[in-house]
Every structure is written in C-alpha cells, then in structure tokens.
C-alpha cells in the first residue's frame, strides 16, 4: 500500500507535523510512504490556458509540481493536509488542486478509485477546519478518489486539528486533534487494505 502525503503549508509547521505523524502511522501498518510539501517550492497558479485540454500532455508550467504529479499517480492512497486560511484552505493547497486539471485531462481516470484523507489545521479550534475538510473532499470526488474521514463520535469529516499558533509543538498538544487524526488514519487504512486487496 504506498501512500502519498502532501502539506501545503509553506513552513514546517502544524501541518508539516500532522501529515509527517499521519504517515508514520501509516508507515507503522506496512505502508510505502512518500511526502510532499509546497515549503519553498516555486509553485505557479493555473492559468487556465486550456493547454492541457488541448494537448493532454500534462500542465504547460514545468515546475515542482512534476513531482507533485508523480506521487499522486504512485500512490494508492492520497493525504492531503492544509492549514485554515480565512476559514479554509491555503491558497498554496488550492493551487495544488487546481494545477489537477492538467492530470486528469491528460487521463481523466488517473485518480480514480485511489483512496484520499483531510487534515486541516488551525490555529483557532473552530477556524475552517471543517470547511477545509469538505473542499478536499469535493476534490477527491471530482476526481474519482474515494473520500474517507473518520467516522462519527470524533473525526467525522477526518482530521481536525488546533495549533493555537504554536506550529508543530501546539499540534502535538492538541490531543482531541491527534485522535481525529489517528481514527482518520485508521479508517483510511482500512479501506486502503480493502482495494488493495
Ligand atoms: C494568512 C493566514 C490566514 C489564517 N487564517 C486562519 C483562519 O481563518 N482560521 C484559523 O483557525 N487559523 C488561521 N490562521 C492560522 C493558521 O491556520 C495556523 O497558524 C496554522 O497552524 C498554520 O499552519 P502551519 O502551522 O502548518 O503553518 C491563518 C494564518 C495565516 C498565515
């Protein structure tokens, strides 16, 4: 089971740290991880140019988000992780879901049936998290991923978290977040096992 996880916070912060814990447990059940951040990366934004409807060659920006591109199709398992930005997602996350339109009109089928998870991470405790979830959620739909969270009584739209500002180090004190995460995990895990076979 390889699984491919994605911050798209641009420092090592919460996120970094809360999708890096996502697959060390990951890792911990026998899975193949590999990681990707946007920290530091050139990253530039749709541009709408129709290239990649047109060519179906891929996106006309050669930039970092090859790798992006190659850890997507790698993988059987997608996490996704973004800190709240005004109430959702970083616009560093958004452009990464937007830049998917080169993949899938290349092959519109490139995604389907891989598995994805959520984490969003704020640093108030109700700042968009949930929002966050549910535009990542609306993202693997689109593009044929089956959406997981962690079920009802504690993650229900997946990982929550609440840095308080503090990156990393307050993620890790968020011990309700962490559950979210590790139930998230769990479930995503169990469906990764179920299509793998
Ligand atoms: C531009 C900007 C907007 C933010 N907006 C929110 C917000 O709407 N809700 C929230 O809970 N936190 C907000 N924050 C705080 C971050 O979500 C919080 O510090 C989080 O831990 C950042 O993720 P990181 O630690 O992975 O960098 C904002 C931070 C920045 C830089």
Not at 100 to 128: E, H, Q, T
């Amino acid at each position: 089971m390889k699984v491919f996880g994605v911050s798209g916070s641009p420092r090592i912060g919460g996120t970094d740290f809360a999708v890096r814990h996502a697959l060390h447990l990951l890792e911990e059940k026998g899975c193949e991880t590999a990681y990707f951040s946007v920290k530091l990366k050139k990253i530039e934004f749709c541009l709408h140019c129709d290239y990649c409807t047109r060519k179906k060659e891929g996106c006309v920006h050669k930039d970092a988000l090859a790798e992006f591109y190659d850890g997507l199709i790698w993988a059987d398992g997608i996490v996704i992780g973004t800190p709240c930005y005004q109430g959702t997602l970083s616009g560093q996350t958004k452009t990464l879901l937007d830049r998917c339109r080169a993949i899938l009109a290349r092959d519109p089928r490139v995604l389907d049936g891989k598995v994805g998870m959520g984490i969003a991470v704020g640093g108030d405790r109700n700042g968009g998290q949930e929002v966050a979830l549910r535009s990542l959620h609306d993202f693997y739909i689109i593009a044929g991923v089956i959406p997981v969270a962690g079920g009802a009584f504690g993650a229900n739209l997946g990982a929550t978290l609440w840095s308080r500002d503090q990156g990393g180090e307050g993620v890790n004190r968020d011990e309700d977040g962490l559950r979210s995460l590790r139930k998230t995990v769990k479930r995503f895990h169990e469906r990764l096992e179920r299509i793998t076979g």
